[in-house]
Nanobody, 122 residues
Framework: QLQLVESGGGLVQPGGSMRLSCTVN????????MGWFRQAPGKEREGISC????????KYADSVKDRFTISRDNRKNTIYLQMNNLNDEDTAVYYC???WGMGLRSSLVDYWGQGTQVTVAS
């Protein structure tokens, strides 16, 4: 069973930065793409970013474009989400995912991580 383990969540002040990591207990090159979803309280789960495992093609939701950056390290089987200029609307549980296609729809997700809480508050 593939396992995705997220880390790096916590409390951050508005305007601050945070980096999330997700390590897979396998080779990420075995999969088409990886990404991040999030779910804020009372809201539907939202795909926010994804990256192909074999090239640098990325995709971002409008809500995070120009503030968040996704990256990967295939040698470490790890992906990252660098989040800058955070605001209270970014408060959510963030999930690492493995995708069978390049996109931000839940229907493209093969595997989900357990999630890590990110809270933006002063």
């Amino acid at each position: 069973q593939l396992q995705l383990v997220e880390s790096g969540g916590g409390l951050v002040q508005p305007g601050g930065s945070m980096r999330l990591s997700c390590t897979v207990n396998g080779a990420i090159l075995d999969y088409f793409a990886m990404g991040w979803f999030r779910q804020a309280p009372g809201k539907e789960r939202e795909g926010i970013s994804c990256i192909m495992t074999t090239n640098d093609r990325t995709k971002y939701a409008d809500s995070v474009k120009d503030r968040f950056t996704i990256s990967r390290d295939n040698r470490k089987n790890t992906i990252y989400l660098q989040m800058n200029n955070l605001n209270d609307e970014d408060t959510a549980v963030y999930y690492c995912v493995v995708l069978w296609g390049m996109g931000l729809r839940s229907s493209l997700v093969d595997y989900w991580g357990q999630g890590t809480q990110v809270t933006v508050a002063s």
